[in-house]
């Protein structure tokens, strides 16, 4: 049986630097099921959402119901500061694993950043890192086929493990992938599949573990 990654599960206002976790503890804590949304694209903003546990994702999707995931987030990751200029919600988010946030307003941010004006410094590098990920997933849709898309999710998500193979943190189906890359669910099965056959890759309880370092082509 392979090693499996243990310990208790992360407490997300831990992880937050000093200045950002005494504004998640004015927040007020909810708690969400698996399959609640907490945001609609285009919805008014406002609100910022530390996440103490779970798992988020954000997403857009298309009237016919196809979707392209922009990233999983959880503990000590926030959402929702794009939107505090007052502007429209820039994606979905909905819960993939059940979840608690701690919810903050924008008028009780901005008293936190009056007394603590660091904060905003701390903000804006986030919403840089936000926009520069924006532009590399852009980058590279356009520039990269679906394997070579699929193999950099891979290797950014993957962690090391004790026994030299790297295993993703939470299980991931190919439909999932397949909404992180920008392609159909078939062609991320076949190109999994190959990865398989080939001893690259190997599915541990649902978790997809990379035994090796992946090829550049497929």
């Given at each position: 049986m392979p090693p499996t990654p243990s310990g208790p599960e992360e407490d997300g206002l831990a992880l937050l630097s000093p200045a950002l976790r005494s504004v998640a503890e004015r927040g007020v804590e909810r708690r969400y099921?698996?399959?609640?949304?907490?945001?609609?694209?285009?919805?008014?903003?406002?609100?910022?959402?530390?996440?103490?546990?779970?798992?988020?994702?954000?997403?857009?999707?298309?009237?016919?119901?196809?979707?392209?995931?922009?990233?999983?987030?959880?503990?000590g990751e926030y959402m929702g500061e794009l939107s505090l200029d007052g502007g429209e919600r820039s994606a979905s988010?909905?819960?993939?694993?059940?979840?608690?946030?701690?919810?903050?307003?924008?008028?009780?941010?901005?008293?936190?950043?009056?007394?603590?004006?660091?904060?905003?410094?701390?903000?804006?590098?986030?919403v840089i890192h936000r926009a520069r990920s924006l532009s590399a997933r852009a980058r590279d849709l356009a520039l990269s086929d679906a394997y070579g898309r699929l193999v950099l999710l891979l290797c950014e998500q993957a962690l090391p493990q004790a026994d030299g193979t790297r295993?993703?943190?939470?299980?991931?189906?190919?439909?999932?992938?397949?909404?992180?890359?920008?392609?159909?669910?078939?062609?991320?099965?076949?190109?999994?599949?190959?990865?398989?056959?080939?001893?690259?890759?190997?599915?541990?309880?649902?978790?997809?573990?990379?035994?090796r370092a992946l090829p550049p082509k497929w």
């Amino acid at each position: 049986m392979p090693p499996t990654p243990s310990g208790p599960e992360e407490d997300g206002l831990a992880l937050l630097s000093p200045a950002l976790r005494s504004v998640a503890e004015r927040g007020v804590e909810r708690r969400y099921r698996r399959g609640s949304i907490l945001m609609h694209e285009g919805d008014p903003g406002g609100t910022l959402y530390f996440i103490v546990r779970g798992r988020l994702r954000a997403y857009s999707a298309r009237q016919d119901g196809q979707e392209f995931t922009f990233g999983l987030y959880g503990p000590g990751e926030y959402m929702g500061e794009l939107s505090l200029d007052g502007g429209e919600r820039s994606a979905s988010v909905i819960v993939e694993q059940a979840a608690t946030c701690r919810i903050v307003t924008r008028q009780t941010l901005e008293q936190c950043i009056a007394a603590r004006p660091e904060l905003a410094f701390e903000l804006l590098t986030k919403v840089i890192h936000r926009a520069r990920s924006l532009s590399a997933r852009a980058r590279d849709l356009a520039l990269s086929d679906a394997y070579g898309r699929l193999v950099l999710l891979l290797c950014e998500q993957a962690l090391p493990q004790a026994d030299g193979t790297r295993w993703l943190p939470a299980p991931l189906t190919q439909e999932q992938l397949a909404r992180q890359v920008g392609c159909s669910r078939t062609m991320v099965t076949k190109l999994l599949g190959d990865l398989v056959k080939g001893g690259y890759l190997r599915q541990d309880q649902k978790r997809w573990r990379v035994l090796r370092a992946l090829p550049p082509k497929w």
